[in-house]
T-cell receptor, first 109, second 113 residues
Framework: DAKTTQPNSMESNEEEPVHLPCNHS???????IHWYRQLPSQGPEYVIH???SNVNNRMASLAIAEDRKSSTLILHRATLRDAAVYYC??????????FGGGTRVLVKP | ETGVTQSPTHLIKTRGQQVTLRCSSQ?????VSWYQQALGQGPQFIFQ???????GRGNFPPRFSGLQFPNYSSELNVNALELDDSALYLC????????????FGPGTRLLVL
């Protein structure tokens, strides 16, 4: 299975940007990079996904390295509600998600 | 557009019993995936159903089985429950393509005593 590597945790101050790195050196040309987050006591929630180009949506931005072996999720202005575990996932054929341990984001007021 | 719902929200069973968990898909989705999330860990893929047929299984024994119905709702059945089956069980509905988003339900928390 294609794997991803993320830091266990990161801290940020409220209203500041958060950059969450993810390494996926075994990615193949057709694997999509998906990010989900899981707030306490809830199911995972879709954040963003991309294939080759950088992507922006109302929640975040996704910056994908040119060789696609790494990517960075960017939360532009962290709020207390963004405190969650963020998972970087390579979505292989058939839309079956393989979650790793994720990065726990702590947002300080 | 209704979201993904799961029932029950919580369940307590004893070792050796059987359990059935239910999931209602989001409207328009033909694929349901089930995940097990042990405390403090990321979700682990159990299996996926596409148009009422199993379409892939993770590293789970045959006592974990499922069904998908014509309206694309789904059930997860676990026989001969073990203590290690205690976990949050999540279902997610989607379309099949890998570029598609999965929409997760709130989960069913199962405790096996």
């Amino acid at each position: 299975d294609a794997k991803t590597t993320q830091p266990n945790s990161m801290e940020s101050n409220e209203e500041e940007p958060v950059h969450l790195p993810c390494n996926h050196s075994t990615i193949s040309g057709t694997d999509y990079i998906h990010w989900y987050r899981q707030l306490p006591s809830q199911g995972p929630e879709y954040v963003i996904h991309g294939l080759t180009s950088n992507v922006n949506n109302r929640m975040a931005s996704l910056a994908i390295a040119e060789d696609r072996k790494s990517s960075t999720l960017i939360l532009h202005r962290a709020t207390l509600r963004d405190a969650a575990v963020y998972y970087c996932i390579l979505n292989l054929a058939g839309n079956k998600l393989t979650f790793g341990g994720g990065t726990r984001v702590l947002v300080k007021p | 557009e209704t979201g993904v719902t799961q029932s029950p929200t919580h369940l307590i069973k004893t070792r050796g019993q059987q359990v059935t968990l239910r999931c209602s898909s989001q409207s328009g989705h033909n694929t349901v995936s089930w995940y097990q999330q042990a405390l403090g860990q990321g979700p682990q893929f159990i299996f996926q159903y596409y148009r009422e047929e199993e379409n892939g299984r993770g590293n789970f024994p045959p006592r974990f089985s499922g069904l998908q119905f014509p309206n694309y709702s789904s059930e997860l059945n676990v026989n001969a429950l073990e203590l290690d089956d205690s976990a949050l069980y999540l279902c997610a509905s989607s379309l099949l393509d890998r570029s598609e988003t999965q929409y997760f339900g709130p989960g069913t928390r199962l405790l096996v005593l």
